[in-house]
């Protein structure tokens, strides 16, 4: 192979590399924007104890690696690949936070630990966009390996899924206020409701394994029981982390739960289009 060839393979990786940095900054900021402009999340940045900071942000490592194996924002695979575009996008994630809320003004600046607590909280759901961003952007619908995904790859994309939604929506008040509205017997129809539109969105998708799940009874024990309870997992772990579970009983802590499953549930089942 002559020279020539090789500095154009060469280009020809670095032009689809920069391509693929560029989805990645714009699947960051499709999929944090709504984060990085909510009031609860500036405070949370600082304000939310350091423990539960920390362990957001270690258990948000893992599933930032499967989403790179499972989506990711470039075509390369394996281990090492892997971490590095989990790497590659917190670093996404940290630029793009750090520069919409300085544009936005709302940095503490009197407190470098706060402002490195604000950006590296908006961090993460901005990771989770670049890593998507293939999915996303790209020009082929077809472009990702979630069709090769496991059963265990697809209950995976699911809690991905619902973590997304649950962390845009468990750090708001509304979300509280709704719950504290909601009556008994209203939080258990929306539990109904929401596995219903689980299973149905679950069923219509064609998740890797539906061909095998010849009713819908079949997809139901499949993917709908356990996305419901990956959904359910994912809400009280958002609440908390934002401290939206201090202070409840039993019975208001599942209200929560269940109100805040809501979206989760729609998360999860709409993770393949996301991702």
């Known amino acids: 192979m002559g020279m020539n060839s090789l500095q154009d393979i060469v280009r020809a990786e670095d032009g689809a590399y920069l391509r693929d940095l560029g989805r990645a900054f714009g699947g960051a900021l499709l ?3 709504p984060l990085l402009m909510t009031m609860e999340m500036w405070a949370l940045g600082f304000a939310a104890e350091p423990v539960r900071r920390l362990l957001f942000r270690l258990a948000a490592l893992p599933v930032l690696f499967g989403l790179a194996h499972y989506a990711g924002f470039s075509a390369r695979r394996g281990l090492l690949n892997n971490a590095l575009d989990t790497l590659t996008a917190l670093a996404v994630g940290f630029i793009t936070a750090t520069a919409l809320l300085l544009i936005f003004n709302v940095l503490d600046a009197s407190s470098p630990a706060s402002a490195v607590g604000q950006v590296s909280l908006q961090a993460v759901p901005a990771a989770l966009g670049a890593l998507a961003a293939r999915r996303q952007l790209s020009s082929d619908p077809n472009e990702g390996d979630e069709d090769q995904a496991s059963y265990p790859g697809e209950l995976f994309l699911m809690l991905a899924g619902a973590l ?37 969105i679950v069923f219509e998708a064609g998740f890797a394994g539906q061909e095998e799940a010849e009713t819908p009874l079949r997809a139901f024990l499949d993917f709908t029981l356990p996305g419901y309870a990956l959904c359910l997992l994912s809400s009280l772990a958002m609440l908390w982390v934002f401290g939206g579970a201090d202070g409840h009983g039993v019975q208001s802590l599942a209200a ?18 996301l991702v």
């Open 256 to 273: 929560n739960a269940v109100i805040l499953a809501f979206p989760a549930s729609i998360g999860a089942a709409a993770a393949r289009l």
């Open 164 to 200: 997304y939604f649950a962390l845009n929506l468990a750090p708001t008040e509304e979300m509280r206020l709704i719950a504290y509205l909601t009556t008994p017997l209203g939080a258990l129809g929306v539990l109904a409701v929401s596995v219903v539109l689980l299973h149905l």
């Open 31 to 33: 999929f944090s924007l």
